[in-house]
């Protein structure tokens, strides 16, 4: 059973830049759940994917969208950069909509200059 | 809103002797509960958990202790060991709810 990957690990971009994060999840796991993780903090939900459908949102504003795609894999984008937006962003999957127990991949760190 | 507080941002420990890690939560509707361990460069990994139908859960050398009217829980490592040494994050969910809420963390070093 392969883990939960993600990439790239690093990124840099300027503001008002747009970037794509992507996750591929663990085999089987129709739930992707998206965390925005600054510095110093825990982990803030962003939204969560079911079955190739938003299935919950988080405090983020609609620039930040996503995508769920059939083969496991799904993607965070975010349109205009701000400066707050440097964070470490996570993926995590979980078997079913229900399983509230979440795997993380070890995460893409962003930097907006 | 912080719903989930981790008040100690770091925890010192002697190999060998017992880590208590301790979460406060706000939010009544909070049903079950999880801990995390995150090593640097690496996303978080799941420790164990517990649901508000039970005090105690534990899994080896990790209990996890849940005080449902205190809105309080802690995780005990015992014996601790060097490689426990990582930022570990309680986290709370609404059974079948969408979104995971974690605390702040707290670094956990432990020494030889």
């Known amino acids: 059973e392969t883990g939960v990957t993600q990439s790239p690990t690093h990124l840099i971009k300027t503001r008002g830049q747009q970037v794509t994060l992507r996750c591929s999840s663990q085999?089987?796991?129709?739930?992707v759940s998206w965390y925005q993780q600054a510095l110093g903090q825990g982990p803030q939900f962003i939204f969560q994917?079911?079955?190739?459908?938003?299935?919950g949102r988080g405090n983020f504003p609609p620039r930040f969208s996503g995508l769920q795609f059939p083969n496991y894999s799904s993607e965070l984008n975010v349109n205009a950069l701000e400066l707050d937006d440097s964070a470490l962003y996570l993926c995590?999957?979980?078997?079913?909509?229900?399983?509230?127990?979440?795997?993380f991949g070890p995460g893409t760190r962003l930097t907006v200059l | 809103d912080q719903q989930v507080k981790q008040n100690s941002p770091s925890l010192s420990v002697q190999e060998g002797r017992i880590s208590i890690l301790n979460c406060d939560y706000t939010?009544?509707?909070?049903?079950?509960f999880l801990w995390y361990k995150k090593y640097p460069a690496e996303g978080p990994t799941f420790l164990i958990s517990?649901?508000?139908?039970?005090d105690k859960n534990e899994d080896g050398r990790f209990t996890v202790f849940l005080n449902k009217s205190a809105k309080h829980l802690s995780l005990h490592i015992v014996p601790s060991q060097p490689g426990d040494s990582a930022v570990y994050f309680c986290?709370?969910?609404?059974?079948?709810?969408?979104?995971?809420?974690f605390g702040q963390g707290t670094r956990l070093t432990i020494n030889p």
């Open positions: 995590a999957s979980s078997l079913r909509l229900t399983t509230d127990t979440q795997y």
């Open positions: 085999s089987g796991h129709n739930t």
């Open positions: 994917y079911y079955r190739e459908e938003e299935n």
């Open positions: 939010n009544s509707m909070f049903d079950y």
């Open positions: 517990i649901s508000s139908i039970k």
């Open positions: 986290a709370a969910s609404v059974q079948g709810a969408q979104k995971l809420v």
